[in-house]
């Protein structure tokens, strides 16, 4: 584990002291998630019949608003720590780390609102993003490996990790000296098998908007499952009895099958009229 890539105690250009700098992995890997994504979503759109410009333009909007979505989600769900300190709240924005599930809500609803003001086939688009969002998602838990984030409960199976670099304790809170599950691994690996799933039915789809509907429901599935094995602390509900990004996720399961059913009787009956 690599939290920082290049530090500098003390920087000093042109006679002045900027202080410490560093290049943290987390930066680094998560920007390679983003284009990685950016990849299959413009490949799939082009294939599609998609201009150019616009599938730049609504993947600028996605990333910026995914951004803005997670770390808003961070900042409510830790809002009694915020409350007591409301000049970090700024500095929360500037933070590795934040909540997939509000940056992944904050997305979709702004890209949504440009696809419908730009007149593009909202339902297809989803299609061709969803397989590089399910990528992205696969490859930036890895930049949480790097940085300690995102840590997973104390076990003592082979495979446990041991984190030793006090700067990520510092940073997140990440035990030190003590086996965890590497939990960011675990949905690194069942994400990526999603992709793989998503890129083989996008092609083969029978209708727009099959291929989000289903990301919907094995996210859903594989992000409730993998939060018990989580040990860093990102907000209960029922007495601790749920995780927040579990509530949510029992929220996209039944929204993905209600999604999948509606969209493909809207296409037969289509087709029916035809």
Not at 70 to 76: A, N
Not at 100 to 114: F, H, K, P, R
Not at 182 to 204: C, G
Not at 239 to 254: D, E, F, K, Y
């Amino acid at each position: 584990m690599y939290p920082r890539l290049f530090h500098i105690e003390s920087l000093k250009l042109f006679g002045h002291d900027f202080g410490t700098f560093s290049i943290h992995t987390y930066g680094l890997i998560f920007a390679i998630a983003f284009f990685a994504g950016f990849i299959i979503f413009y490949r799939n759109a082009r294939r599609g019949g998609i201009p150019s410009n616009k599938i730049i333009d609504l993947f600028f909007f996605i990333v910026i608003s995914g951004l803005i979505g997670s770390k808003t989600l961070h900042v409510l769900i830790e809002w009694r720590y915020y409350s007591e300190n409301p000049g970090e709240i700024l500095f929360a924005f500037f933070r590795l780390g934040g909540i997939y599930y509000g940056g992944l809500i904050l997305a979709v609803t702004v890209s949504l609102w440009l696809l419908r003001r730009w007149s593009l086939p909202i339902w297809a688009m989803t299609d061709y993003a969803a397989p590089g969002l399910a990528l992205g998602l696969s490859l930036a838990r890895w930049s949480c490996f790097s940085a300690g984030c995102c840590y997973g409960k104390v076990c003592n199976l082979p495979w446990a990790i041991v984190y030793t670099d006090t700067y990520t304790h510092q940073s997140v809170g990440t035990p030190l000296g003590i086996p965890l599950h590497p939990a960011p691994i675990y949905e690194s690996i069942a994400v990526f098998i999603i992709f793989i799933i998503l890129m083989i039915l996008e092609r083969r789809k029978s209708f727009d908007g099959q291929v989000l509907s289903l990301f919907l429901i094995l996210n859903g599935f594989e992000r409730f499952i993998i939060e018990y094995y989580r040990g860093d602390e990102r907000g209960f509900i029922f007495n601790g009895l749920l995780s927040t990004s579990q509530v949510i996720s029992l929220l996209a399961i039944p929204l993905g099958i209600i999604l999948y059913v509606y969209l493909q009787k809207k296409t037969k009956e289509k087709v029916k009229k035809k």
